[in-house]
C-alpha cells in the first residue's frame, strides 16, 4: 500500500470559529494507481490533497506513505518527502515568471543537490518527455498556457517522485489543450506512474481508474 489515510480530519480556526474540511476520511491507493479526488468548490478535496501530498497534516487520524507514518513527523521531514517523493501539478502552473522552462524544471533538482551534469540531463530529459525540448529557453510569459502547464509536469517528474499529485491541472486551459495535457497523464501512468487528480470535472475524472467523490468533507459511499 502507497498511500493509507485513516479516519482523517482537518480543522482550521479562523478566530473563534472551528471549520471542519476534513472529517474521518479514509483513503487507500496503490501504487500505480490513476485516481481522480472529485468534488465541488469547498468540498474539501484540495485539503485531501495537501495531506496526501505533505503539504499538510491532518488534525487527526494517521497517514501513512509508502509504510511510514507521517502525520506527526517534523516540518524538514516533510519537506524531505516531497521533494524527493512526490511531483505536484497546479492550475495556475506556480512557475517562476523570471525563469526559463529549463531553470523552472532544474529548479527541485537544485534544491534537493546533485552533480550539475546529471541536473542538466534530467531537466532536459523531463523537458523531451512533456514535448518542449525546442522551448527550454522560453520563459513562461513566452509560452502558453498549454505549454506552462507541460513545463509544470515535467517539473513534476523531474525528480522521478513515487505520486504525481495534480489540483485542477486543466482548470485554467481551453479543452482541446486540456486533452492534450490529460493524455500526456495518461501516457505517464502507462509508464507506472502513481497519479492522483483533484478535479471538479467530470470529463477530467474519467480518465482515472478510479474515482473518489468528497463532499463537505466527507468521502461519498
Not at 122 to 133: D, P
Not at 165 to 189: K, S, V, W
Not at 196 to 211: G, K, L, M, Q, Y
Request: glycine content about 10%.
Amino acid at each position: 500500500m502507497l498511500i493509507d489515510a485513516k479516519r482523517v480530519g482537518k480543522t482550521y480556526k479562523i478566530g473563534e470559529v472551528e471549520v471542519h474540511a476534513l472529517r474521518d476520511v479514509s483513503i487507500q491507493i496503490e501504487e500505480g494507481e490513476y485516481i481522480a479526488i472529485m468534488g465541488p468548490s469547498g468540498s474539501g478535496k484540495s485539503t485531501l490533497m495537501h495531506i496526501l501530498g505533505c503539504l499538510d497534516v491532518p488534525s487527526s487520524g494517521e497517514y501513512f506513505f509508502g509504510g511510514n507514518g507521517v502525520h506527526n513527523l517534523s516540518e524538514d521531514r516533510l519537506a524531505e518527502i516531497r521533494s524527493h517523493q512526490v511531483g505536484f501539478v497546479f492550475q495556475f502552473f506556480n512557475l517562476l515568471p523570471r525563469l526559463t522552462a529549463y531553470e523552472n524544471v532544474e529548479l527541485p533538482l537544485l534544491y534537493a543537490g546533485g552533480k550539475a551534469d546529471s541536473i542538466h540531463k534530467r531537466a532536459l530529459k523531463a523537458l523531451e518527455r512533456v514535448g518542449l525540448k525546442k522551448r527550454i529557453d522560453h520563459r513562461p510569459t513566452e509560452l502558453s498556457g498549454g505549454e506552462c502547464q507541460r513545463v509544470a509536469i515535467a517539473r513534476a517528474i523531474v525528480g522521478n517522485p513515487k505520486v504525481i499529485l495534480a489540483d485542477e491541472p486543466t482548470g485554467n486551459l481551453d479543452t482541446n489543450t486540456g486533452n492534450e495535457i490529460m493524455g500526456l497523464f495518461e501516457d505517464l501512468h502507462k509508464e507506472g506512474r502513481t497519479l492522483i487528480v483533484v478535479t471538479h470535472d467530470p470529463e477530467v475524472s474519467e480518465h482515472a481508474d478510479r474515482v473518489v467523490k468528497i463532499r463537505d468533507g466527507l468521502i461519498e459511499t
